[in-house]
């Protein structure tokens, strides 16, 4: 018998799901795709002012939190032809980056971050720039569309000057899809959902708010479904929204996460 045979798996992301849905079904288990990310709209103005104060070395530290964050400053910096300044400020700033995606996006533009997080989340980045004093320093913080008030706060409470930049606003998901997947997940339907990003874990959560279905969308998590994690950070996402049973590889990958989510299935299975 095959490792996931018979289980109804909820794809909350919307990249890469004819490939993910082949993982799942070469297990025995059905694919079913519940787009959760909502979309994700670049806000060109505000983004050029930034690449212009980024370009002119108005920060002391510029914090990278995502790697298609830094893909999408430098191509904004090549369309108002600062690209070359960008990479050269960029060299010679002191960079903080988080996950590997965003160390590898920096390397491939040349670029190398003095510090990096320790386990790919939030509070790995605040660990490792810990050893450094922010006060009074000017922080550019690049987020992707989604707040970190935890990095947030702590730069607060170190006295630095930090400027958000966000090359993409999150707009929500269809209220239809969002209407069946908390529908599907109240009532059982489901026996795993595979966040691939923190801001599927706000949406849906925030639309089982807004329909006062949240205490039993824990309680689903708690008892029937699994939720299953690409990640730390999504699953720390998960956690700060108070569910606690969450399965996630340790190294970030899809792959990985839904191996992960058969081997657990199969050590129940044992038990």
């Given at each position: 018998m095959k490792k996931l045979e018979g289980k109804k798996i909820a794809l909350l992301g919307s990249r890469k799901i004819e490939e993910i849905s082949k993982i799942v079904e070469n297990m025995g288990g059905v694919?079913?795709?519940?787009?959760?990310?909502?979309?994700?709209?670049?806000?060109?103005?505000?983004?050029?002012?930034?690449?212009?104060?980024?370009?002119s070395g108005e920060f002391d530290w510029i914090l990278f939190t995502t790697g298609i964050g830094v893909e999408t400053l430098y191509n904004t910096a090549q369309e108002i032809a600062k690209g070359e300044e960008?990479?050269?400020?960029?060299?010679?700033?002191?960079?903080?980056?988080?996950?590997?995606?965003?160390?590898?996006?920096?390397?491939?533009?040349?670029?190398?971050?003095?510090?990096?997080?320790?386990?790919?989340?939030?509070?790995?980045?605040?660990?490792?720039?810990?050893?450094?004093?922010?006060?009074?320093?000017?922080?550019?913080?690049?987020?992707?569309?989604?707040?970190?008030?935890?990095?947030?706060?702590?730069?607060?409470?170190?006295?630095?000057?930090?400027?958000?930049?966000?090359?993409?606003?999150?707009?929500?998901?269809?209220?239809?899809?969002?209407?069946?997947?908390?529908?599907?997940?109240?009532?059982?339907?489901?026996?795993?959902?595979?966040?691939?990003?923190?801001?599927?874990?706000?949406?849906?959560?925030?639309?089982?708010?807004?329909?006062?279905?949240?205490?039993?969308?824990?309680?689903?998590?708690?008892?029937?479904?699994?939720?299953?994690?690409?990640?730390?950070?999504?699953?720390?996402?998960?956690?700060?929204?108070?569910?606690?049973?969450?399965?996630?590889?340790?190294?970030?990958?899809?792959?990985?996460?839904?191996?992960?989510?058969?081997?657990?299935?199969?050590?129940?299975?044992?038990?």
């Open positions: 694919a079913i795709s519940r787009p959760a990310q909502g979309t994700s709209l670049r806000v060109d103005t505000k983004l050029k002012e930034h690449i212009e104060l980024i370009s960008f990479i050269k400020v960029l060299q010679n700033s002191q960079i903080a980056a988080r996950g590997y995606k965003t160390v590898n996006m920096l390397k491939k533009l040349g670029v190398a971050s003095q510090v990096r997080d320790d386990d790919g989340s939030t509070a790995g980045l605040i660990r490792s720039l810990e050893a450094y004093s922010l006060k009074n320093k000017k922080v550019a913080l690049q987020l992707h569309g989604d707040p970190a008030p935890k990095l947030i706060q702590w730069l607060e409470e170190q006295k630095a000057q930090s400027e958000e930049i966000l090359p993409y606003i999150h707009h929500p998901p269809e209220a239809e899809v969002m209407e069946k997947l908390l529908s599907e997940l109240l009532n059982g339907e489901l026996d795993a959902a595979v966040f691939t990003s923190t801001p599927q874990v706000r949406n849906l959560i925030q639309f089982a708010r807004e329909q006062g279905a949240e205490d039993r969308l824990q309680k689903a998590f708690s008892e029937k479904v699994i939720a299953l994690a690409v990640g730390k950070v999504t699953a720390q996402a998960l956690y700060d929204e108070g569910i606690d049973r969450v399965i996630f590889p340790e190294h970030e990958r899809m792959g990985s996460a839904i191996v992960e989510l058969a081997n657990h299935y199969q050590k129940i299975s044992v038990e």
